[in-house]
Structure formats: C-alpha cells, structure tokens
C-alpha cells in the first residue's frame, strides 16, 4: 500500500465527492477502485477492510481510512488546508459542518421516489437560502477577506463550493441575493487546482443517474425507498 492514494467507492459523487474535492484542491493524484457488485463489497468487507462495514474507504499513507469525517480531517491536516491553530481548525470545523448538514438533504435525492423529488427539491432551496446561505455571505461580508478562515484558502473554502454548486443544480440562480458568495464562487473556482477538477474530463463526478442509484441499491442490498425531509 503505498504512492497515491486509493479511493473505493461506486462510480458516483455519494460521500466520496467532498473527499475527492478535497484532494483536488490539495493536487493530489488519486487512484479510483469502484465499487460495481455485490461480491466486491463484500471481499472488502471479509478482508477485514471496512472497520464498520460501510464504504467510502481510502487507502492512504499505509492506512485503510474510513468514516468520512476522519478521512476528510487527515487530508486537511496534512495538505495544510485545516488552519493554523487549534481556533482556526474549531471555525473550519464548524463551517464544514454546516455545508455537510446542507449537502446531506442533497445526497438522499437519487434514491428519493419520484413523487418526493420535486418537494425534496424545494425543501433544499428553502434551507440553503435561509438557514445555510445567509450564515457565509455575512461571514464574508464582516471580515472582508477572500476566504472564509484567517484569510488563507482551507477545506472550509472548498467544502462550500461544492455545496454551492450542489444547490445551483437544483436552483441555477440560487445565490442572486448573495453577491458575498457569488464574489466567492468565482474566486475560489478560478484556484487553479480547483479550476482543473472542475473541468471536463476530471474526476469530478456528474449528477447521480439511474445507472449510479441501481448500482448502490445492488451493492448494498438497498430494496426500499430513502423518505424525503
């Protein structure tokens, strides 16, 4: 185990986008192993591979990671994208954890029944324009610098891009009352690493389709629909 890292996971964003998000952001290559069957799940599972039975997994410095937090955390701190101190890590902490709640109603769409979309749709909008939203555009605003923590790009930067552009997917104009974030959309999208994720051909994933959301529904043994907010 060893050179770059290696992500497992299906061949879709799910949990797994933040995590290549951020090692884009970082420049750091990575390797891809997709989950496509059942049996490969679970070769990884009596291997011994997944420390509580659930991917993403990343295999990176010699260590088999999962649990998505620690990984994203551990990448952070060693990418030098978490902060100086211990204060500045606490506000990066928290700004991740709240675009990770907004992203959180967003990843469950796939798997939502038809007639729960379009209200799961409104419900996202809703909630990023009036709970998530206005918290970083009056972030931006009373400190005046480029990015959201002690002015030096960090995974809170990158956390909230992605999210933000997981929301313009539902609702184009969504940030047409937020000129702070749409400032901070093209600043922080014209970062040449991030500029290169975001262009085609990158590892970035698309929207989930049909295939992606029958391939976890097999893989994990999924026979029921997820229940919108």
Same mark, same amino acid.
């Given at each position: ?107 469950? +769409? $796939? ?5 729960? @979309?379009?209200?799961?749709?409104? *419900?996202? #909008?809703?909630?990023?324009? %009036?709970?998530? +939203? $206005? ?5 931006? @605003?009373?400190?005046?610098?480029? *990015?959201? #923590?002690?002015?030096?790009? %960090? ?75």
């Amino acid at each position: 185990m060893s050179g770059k890292p290696r992500l497992y996971y299906f061949d879709g964003r799910g949990k797994m986008e933040s995590i290549r998000w951020l090692l884009a952001a970082a420049g750091v290559e990575f390797e891809e192993e997709f989950l496509e069957t059942r049996e490969q799940y679970e070769k990884l599972l009596q291997g011994g591979f997944l420390l509580f039975q659930q991917v993403p997994m990343v295999e990176i410095d010699g260590m088999r990671m999962v649990q998505t937090r620690a990984i994203l955390s551990y990448i952070a701190a060693k990418y030098n994208l978490y902060g100086k101190d211990l204060k500045e890590r606490a506000l990066i902490d928290m700004y991740v954890g709240g675009t990770d709640d907004l992203m959180g109603f967003i990843l469950m +769409f $796939p798997f939502l029944s038809v007639e729960d @979309k379009e209200k799961q749709c409104a *419900f996202v #909008v809703q909630k990023a324009t %009036s709970r998530y +939203f $206005p918290v970083y555009e009056k972030i931006l @605003k009373d400190h005046g610098q480029d *990015f959201l #923590v002690g002015n030096s790009f %960090s995974w809170a930067d990158v956390h909230l891009l992605e999210a933000i552009l997981m929301v313009e997917e539902k609702k184009s104009d969504v940030l047409s009352g937020f000129p702070q974030l749409q400032a901070f959309k093209a600043r922080i999208s014209s970062i040449p690493t991030i500029k290169k994720f975001l262009e085609p051909g990158s590892q970035r994933k698309p929207v989930p389709d049909d295939k992606y959301v029958e391939t976890v529904r097999g893989v994990l043994r999924m026979y029921y629909d997820v229940k919108a907010n």
